[in-house]
């Protein structure tokens, strides 16, 4: 009796925005097809209507959520992953139910043995990033956010918490999309097998331009949604008269109710 044949693994959408480089969009490309897991790119083509970032990569969401695959890739298009990352960051993403969201090493082109991007930590007004020895990273760890550089993301988790926040077209969408996921119970991680070649990058250029401008505007609104509540204030009824001390004063009276309830049920 013969066994049945194995059953592929479906090829795993990888969503490349791109913007002019296509020197760059072809070693990526290039990089994506020696990988021990299979990968088919979704390319999303920036240079006649530059979408910028996340609008970019919602599109590719949206393409790609009707295909069999488990996973989705968001990959920057100069981002050159090593030949078993991917399969090294679903290995992570299937360590437990509820990792949603996994990133690689990012190694410093330049020099292999320094790492650009080992995690990230601090979000505003700017992320910070681990860096380092590469001796340094050799264990997967669970991490507040994962850079938007190159991420796997579980279907299950894009399903339940929906697409990136395009109010933050360039920046901080990532951060954004990572805080919204723990919110809803999902885990964020890096896999420290996975590693990728990115060279880290400014996140401010000298001058000024359009795309800085996006920046600082993806800075405010990211602060509007998590910072300082002034998003819900314009939205709610009751919004002008939440102020600062009011919502002080709203919680503590909620956890004296929450207590005096726990206490007559005999849980206090």
């Not at 020099?111 to 020895?133: I, K, R, S, W």
């Not at 920046?171 to 805080?179: H, L, N, P, R, T």
Request: aromatic letters at 8%; a negative charge; one cysteine or more.
């Amino acid at each position: 009796m013969t066994s049945p044949p194995a059953i592929p693994f479906a090829p795993i959408p990888a969503i490349i925005p791109t913007y002019r480089a296509p020197e760059l969009l072809a070693r990526c490309i290039g990089h994506l097809a020696a990988q021990s897991r299979a990968t088919v790119p979704v390319v999303i083509d920036n240079n006649i209507e530059n979408r910028l970032y996340t609008r970019a990569v919602n599109l590719g969401l949206r393409q790609s959520l009707a295909n069999d695959a488990p996973y989705y890739l968001l990959l920057n298009q100069d981002m050159m992953l090593q030949p078993t990352a991917v399969a090294e960051m679903v290995r992570t993403l299937e360590s437990d139910p509820r990792i949603g969201i996994v990133m690689p090493l990012h190694l410093d082109p330049d020099n292999p043995d320094h790492v650009a991007c080992g995690g990230t930590e601090g979000a505003f007004p700017l992320g910070q990033h681990y860096m380092g020895p590469l001796a340094a990273f050799s264990q997967d760890r669970e991490l507040p956010w994962a850079n938007g550089a190159a991420v796997l993301l579980r279907k299950e988790m894009v399903q339940e918490i929906g697409l990136l926040d395009e109010s933050m077209r360039f920046i901080c969408s990532d951060v954004d999309y990572s805080f919204t996921a723990r919110a809803r119970g999902w885990k964020v991680w890096l896999s420290a097998k996975a590693h990728g070649f990115h060279k880290p990058g400014a996140s401010f250029a000298e001058g000024v331009s359009p795309l800085e401008l996006v920046k600082c505007d993806d800075i405010l609104a990211f602060a509007d949604k998590w910072l300082n509540g002034d998003l819900y204030r314009r939205l709610a009824s009751e919004g002008r008269e939440l102020t600062p001390q009011t919502v002080v004063q709203k919680v503590s009276e909620v956890r004296t109710l929450r207590a005096d309830i726990a206490r007559k049920l005999g849980q206090g």
